[in-house]
């Protein structure tokens, strides 16, 4: 699934693309759905173990209202605890498609699962995924797959078009009405310019690093759940300044 020299194009100049093939068929997406399911289930209501809520607001553990509390579900790393996410990292039409952006070198930086359960799924807020990161040099690309259809109702990706071609916006802690959240970044952004992103289950968009994006809380009543694998050109260095050698090479060699 190589992209084609328009899309490479249009990916240059917004900083964002939506593949129209699907890249994930209906079967292996029911098994990716029933192993992302059977991750979950394992680690809800457990501490430590893996998962974490990124809608948790600062010291809101132990409060009368976590009852009503959003859930940004996360789990960093999947493909470290299931094979079927570690098949994943070597599927031919995703590396295509990174392999069209960033080069023929590729290695995996990480990858989390991102679950918004419906009804109360959290809010993501607007951010460039290497200020989180600090990664040089920031040519790291992401692919964000569906595994339910994505849309604005249940917290599809919004982003700003363009914005990775202005450089690092200077971020601070995130925080919304009920208080500061301490997972999570903000950056103010140009909402007016904001684009959604809708993403049928088994499909996927690629975004650059410094691509300013965010999602909305789900307050549906379907389930948003989500991969994104992000992979990085080999030879990229980390926020030490240390060129990470070890992480997995999903495609080519080491530089
Ligand atoms: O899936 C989400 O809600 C957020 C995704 C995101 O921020 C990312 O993939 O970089």
């Known amino acids: 699934m190589k992209l084609s020299s328009e899309q ?23 098994v990716l759905r029933d192993h992302y399911d059977q991750q979950f289930a394992k680690r809800r209501n457990t501490e430590g173990e893996g ?6 607001v600062e010291d809101s553990e132990n409060h009368d209202d976590e009852e009503s509390t959003d859930e940004m579900l996360q ?3 999947m493909w470290r605890i299931d094979e079927e996410y570690k098949k994943l990292l070597y599927h031919k039409p995703m590396l295509d498609i990174v392999e069209s952006l960033i080069g023929e070198n590729i290695q995996l930086f990480h990858d989390q699962a991102l679950y918004k359960p419906a009804y109360h ?11 989180y990161w600090q990664c040089q040099p920031a040519d790291l690309v992401s692919i964000w797959l ?11 990706m919004n982003v700003i078009p363009g914005s990775y071609l202005k450089g690092l916006s200077s971020h601070r802690r995130a925080e919304s009405e009920k208080g500061k959240l301490p997972a999570l970044l903000q950056v103010d952004a140009d909402v007016d310019r904001s684009v959604p992103v809708p993403v049928r289950a088994g499909h996927v968009m690629v975004h650059h690093c410094m691509t300013l994006h965010q999602t909305n809380r789900n307050h549906s009543s379907r389930d948003r759940r989500a991969l994104a694998i992000h992979y990085m050109p080999s030879g990229t260095k980390n926020r030490e300044g240390v060129v990470m050698k070890d992480n997995l090479l999903l495609r080519g060699s080491l530089v």
Request: glycine share 8%; with cysteine.
């Open 8 to 30: 490479i194009k249009k990916f240059k100049q917004v900083g964002y693309l939506k593949i129209d093939e699907q890249v994930i068929d209906d079967n292996h997406l029911n």
């Open 51 to 56: 998962m974490r809520n990124l809608a948790i």
């Open 75 to 77: 789990i960093m790393e």
């Open 121 to 131: 799924g959290g809010e993501v807020f607007w951010h460039q995924d290497n200020a």
């Open 146 to 156: 569906a595994l339910d259809d994505a849309d604005e109702e249940n917290g599809c």
